[in-house]
């Protein structure tokens, strides 16, 4: 079994929601860098401040601090732990630095087209305590705006909407995309077509994991 696992993908691709599926049932460890930094960003620390500024436009936040942010992390993680890298890393360099620290033996990288991923953003809804993801239309909750999993109220995150979901596109294809290829290079990459039902993708998910 894979047990060091990156997940690649555009935003709104599914890697929350696929991450999530797979931390539940194999107990592994999910690292997401958006969540960290979503949550820094409302309890007002000074990295949370400094990252919002970033994802509010669209933008990657620098290198310097995500890398720092996830090497005390890891660091910090038991050696035989199963785990999760969801949105981390987006570049190279943070691949090289995550490189130095884990071997990663599965890089996981869920295709979807652009129209499809802008669908999915616009009309998604998340949870600000646990995290949980819903679509008004393919997954919503089972009581409007209502967190089935801690009953929070769910809100449209600030860089879901068009304009800035199409820069996180333009940013995804320019900085991230690359991280295929540097991937393929190291024999580590599985590619699956991210679109269809969840439960069939997680099938994908789950087979090439284990
Ligand atoms: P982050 O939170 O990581 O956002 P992202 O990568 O853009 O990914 P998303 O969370 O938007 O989408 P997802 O792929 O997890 O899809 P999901 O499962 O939710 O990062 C946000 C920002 O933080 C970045 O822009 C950047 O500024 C900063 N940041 C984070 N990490 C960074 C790093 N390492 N370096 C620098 N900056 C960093 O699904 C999306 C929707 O689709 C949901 O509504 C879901 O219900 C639905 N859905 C899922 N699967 C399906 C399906 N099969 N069919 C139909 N709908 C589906």
């Not at 620390?45 to 669209?58: I, N, Q, V």
């Amino acid at each position: 079994m894979k047990t060091k696992i990156v997940l690649l993908g555009p935003p709104g691709s599914g890697k929350g929601t696929q991450g999530e599926m797979l931390s539940h049932e194999l107990g592994f460890v999910r690292l997401s860098t958006g969540d960290m930094l979503r949550e820094a960003a409302r309890k007002g620390t000074p990295l949370g401040l400094k990252a919002k500024e970033y994802m509010d436009k669209g933008a990657l936040v620098p290198d310097d601090l995500i890398i720092n942010l996830m090497k005390e992390k890891i660091a910090s993680l038991g050696e035989g732990t199963g785990v999760i890298f969801d949105g981390f890393p987006r570049t190279v360099e943070q691949a090289n630095a995550l490189g130095k620290q884990v071997n990663i033996d599965l890089a996981l990288n869920l295709d979807v087209e652009d129209s499809e991923l802008v669908n999915r953003l616009t009309k998604r809804r998340s949870c600000p305590k646990c995290n949980a993801v819903y679509h008004l239309e393919y997954n919503p909750p089972m009581k409007k705006d209502v967190c089935d999993k801690c009953g929070s109220e769910l809100y449209h995150r600030d860089d879901d909407k068009e304009e800035t979901v199409i820069n996180r596109l333009t940013v995804y294809r320019k900085n991230t995309m690359p991280l295929i290829e540097y991937y393929e290079g190291k024999g580590t990459l599985r590619t699956i077509l991210g679109v269809g039902n969840i439960d069939e993708i997680y099938a994908k998910v789950k087979k090439a994991v284990l």
